[in-house]
């Protein structure tokens, strides 16, 4: 028997390989891309463990090259769902009780499988499955989602060991349970590793999952369910669930099993699911823990003593890496005009100097948007840009899907602050600016934090140090993720604990305690050494 008090240190953020020419990890990762380029995979669904195969199936494919086909996944339907409740609910009573270090020795060996032996599978998969570069891949599918499995084994261990104080004759304890039942993990597109940390956060608490993938993440959630299976995850612990959203969610919430929701997507997807939840609400053993990261409209602030190169790049990468759909994503900027003039020529060159393409030609910054829907609602907000007397489009505004779904970094200038697309998330890569006058620093600052309803990522950028503190302040509620003189993108875990508010979500903050205590029902344990026996206190002595 082990009686160890164990803690797992703080863990070093996993290196970002360079993926240079000529160095093994290039050779590596070219090699993967062939090989999955040549592979169609098919994707069951693994319900308590084993593998199920519904007949009903739809295709996996390319973003930037959508005739070619990766693989076939089968969809759930009512049935399978019920299979997984009662696989998540059966799994739960035996995890929750595992010893927590065993626990997080299943998340750490699956983190060492992602960086080792299934590095180069997750790059490809990712890249090829979701169109981002290798850079973009590196630090979502290996990086961030190796970061999470170890930090979390690193936080759950603090709360842990969080525990009440004992006065004399007594021992008081906190144990920090698992959620009675199970909990819906919703995955959205754009992030290899959120999908795996909304499984593995509650799971490192002792929970059992039903797992949502997006159909446009089937090939690399796939891999990442059988890497948590090569690292020891018991049968039922995950359930691994492609299938349509709406068909999954309205059995899984009407369960009196579910416990808790961990959702990362689109507001009107969380709304809905939370409006359901609310209609159940009767039916449940617990009140169910919401969690859920949702829309953004990033931006960066430009104080007029900004330095303009520092601005431009920082802008540029902010709003087109991964073109454009990360929640964080810089998608509109207050600009004063006595600095826009060379921004405006910075930012232009740059963006026309963007290379679109394949993902796996390493020369291309950007690939394609992630499917027809995503690439038909962009185009629409740039059509709409284009017609508008409103908005100026000054660099982009082509967009081209005959063999994947391309659009051209666009940045639009708004001559009305309230324009459309400074208010909407658009999720591409659309960024609009505002111009202001120097003299109206005030309002353009209050037209920041009010123009739109999210409250995710932003940034300022200025040398004066003293207005960027004054800005910070005046923002304080525009933004859970701020940066000062940065871009507000590439949070790392246990560095940037990433999260907002306002429109934006939960704020429970993925990657740290916040959100691990949202995953635990705790019970708090007194034992008396020596009880009562007399049922009068002292003082009445005297009247008996
Ligand atoms: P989405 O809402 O379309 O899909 C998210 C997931 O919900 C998918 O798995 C989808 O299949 C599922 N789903 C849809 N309808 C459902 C239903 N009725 N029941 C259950 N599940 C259902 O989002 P997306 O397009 O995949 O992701 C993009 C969105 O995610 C953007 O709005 C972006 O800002 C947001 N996002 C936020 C963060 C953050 O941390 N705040 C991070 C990444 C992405």
Not at 65 to 84: F, I, R, S
Not at 452 to 466: E, K
Request: proline share 5%; net charge neutral; aromatic share 10%.
């Amino acid at each position: 028997m082990n009686n160890a008090i164990y803690s797992f240190r703080s863990p070093d953020n996993e290196p970002v390989l360079d993926y240079l020419k000529g160095s093994p990890e290039r050779k590596g990762i070219e090699e993967e891309l062939k090989r999955q380029t040549k592979l169609e995979v098919e994707i069951p669904l693994i319900i308590g463990g084993k593998e199920v195969r519904t007949g009903n199936t739809g295709k996996v494919t390319m973003p930037h090259n959508h005739g070619h086909v990766l693989g076939t996944y089968h969809k759930a339907g009512t049935k399978e769902v019920e299979m997984a409740i009662k696989a998540a609910v059966d799994a739960q009573k035996e995890w929750s009780v595992t010893p927590w270090t065993v626990r997080a020795s299943v998340l750490l060996k699956a983190a060492e499988l992602i960086a080792t032996k299934y590095r180069h599978t997750m790059n490809a998969a990712t890249m090829l499955g979701q169109s981002k570069t290798i850079f973009q891949s590196e630090i979502d599918a290996v990086c961030e989602a190796i970061d999470f499995l170890r930090y979390n084994a690193h936080f759950a261990g603090k709360i842990y060991d969080a525990q009440p104080k004992s006065a004399m004759n007594q021992l008081n304890r906190m144990e920090y349970r698992a959620l009675e039942g199970f909990v819906f993990a919703v995955s959205p597109f754009n992030f290899t590793s959120i999908a795996s940390n909304l499984n593995m956060a509650p799971v490192m608490m002792g929970n059992t999952t039903i797992w949502k993938p997006a159909t446009t993440a089937l090939l690399s959630n796939y891999y990442l369910m059988k890497i948590f299976m090569e690292a020891g995850l018991p049968a039922g612990v995950i359930n691994y669930m492609p299938g349509q959203g709406s068909v999954i969610g309205n059995t899984v919430v009407a369960s009196k099993h579910f416990a808790g929701l961990h959702f990362t997507g689109s507001n009107g997807t969380f709304n809905h699911l939370w409006q359901d939840v609310s209609k159940n609400l009767t039916n449940y053993i617990s009140y169910p823990r919401l969690v859920g990261e949702t829309g953004g409209k990033d931006f960066i602030f430009v104080h007029p003593t900004a330095d303009t190169e520092e601005v431009a790049a920082n802008a540029i990468r902010g709003a087109f890496e991964f073109q454009g759909q990360k929640c964080s994503a810089v998608s509109r900027m207050y600009i004063p005009k006595s600095l826009w003039p060379r921004i405006k020529d910075l930012m232009v060159d740059m963006a026309n100097d963007i290379k679109m393409g394949d993902a796996a030609d390493f020369s291309a910054f950007m690939n394609a948007v992630i499917s027809e829907t995503a690439f038909n609602d962009i185009t629409a907000y740039i059509d709409e840009a284009k017609k508008s007397s409103d908005a100026e489009i000054i660099a982009g505004g082509s967009y081209d899907k005959s063999k994947g779904y391309f659009i051209k970094p666009t940045i639009i200038q708004a001559l009305n602050p309230k324009f459309k697309t400074m208010q909407e998330e658009i999720f591409g890569p659309v960024l609009t600016v505002f111009v202001y006058d120097d003299k109206d620093l005030d309002e353009a600052i209050e037209l920041c934090d009010t123009t739109s309803p999210y409250g995710l990522t932003g940034a300022v950028f200025a040398r004066d140090r003293a207005a960027a503190e004054m800005i910070c302040n005046r923002l304080r509620y525009a933004a859970g993720n701020f940066y000062i003189n940065d871009k507000p993108t590439g949070a790392v875990v246990g560095m940037q604990p990433f999260g907002g508010s306002r429109a934006s979500g939960t704020n429970d903050k993925a990657g740290g305690e916040f959100n691990l205590i949202r995953w635990v029902s705790p019970r708090t344990i007194k034992e008396t050494f020596v009880p009562a026996t007399e049922y009068k206190y002292p003082y009445q002595k005297e009247f008996e």
